[in-house]
């Protein structure tokens, strides 16, 4: 299942997306992701929480690698349960015209790994056109 949490930028979702993998951590059976743009804002995520920040990984310019880069880190660590991706937009070359491939590629990527997905979008889903929102839920 992919969760979209979207609203415009400043409305707190990085902090609902934070509070949600905190919560999330304590309860899964298997491991949680935090992938970030830049290492700002993690001193209130979950010690148990794997963070990533994605400029330490300047080669992932575009949403096939940023995919791959999904793939490849399920392929090291098959316990991985939970992965949310905090402001998408600013992540390798996603924009609002490249998001609907980019989200039917994460639910590809979920329904296969049975991997619940959580991505925060600086956007209404007035903005988003384009994106097939089924099997997804808007938070």
């Known amino acids: 299942m992919v969760n979209l949490i979207t609203g415009p930028k400043g409305s707190g979702k990085t902090q609902q997306m934070i509070e949600l993998a905190n919560k999330a951590v304590k309860t899964s059976n298997g491991n949680v992701v935090l992938i970030k743009k830049s290492h700002k804002e993690t001193l209130s995520v979950d010690f148990n929480i794997r963070a990533i920040c994605m400029t330490d990984y300047a080669d992932i310019k575009n949403a096939d690698k940023f995919v791959g880069f999904l793939y490849g880190m399920v392929a090291g660590n098959s316990d991985i349960e939970t992965i949310f991706i905090d402001?998408?937009?600013?992540q390798a070359d996603i924009?609002?015209?490249?998001l609907p491939n980019f989200i039917d590629a994460l639910k590809r990527?979920?329904?296969d790994n049975k991997i619940e997905m959580y991505i925060s979008i600086s956007a209404t889903k007035d903005e988003?056109?384009?994106?097939?929102f089924s099997d997804c839920k808007i938070l």
């Open 128 to 132: 988003m056109s384009g994106v097939d």
């Open 109 to 111: 990527f979920s329904a």
């Open 95 to 98: 924009t609002l015209d490249s």
């Open 87 to 90: 402001s998408i937009l600013k």
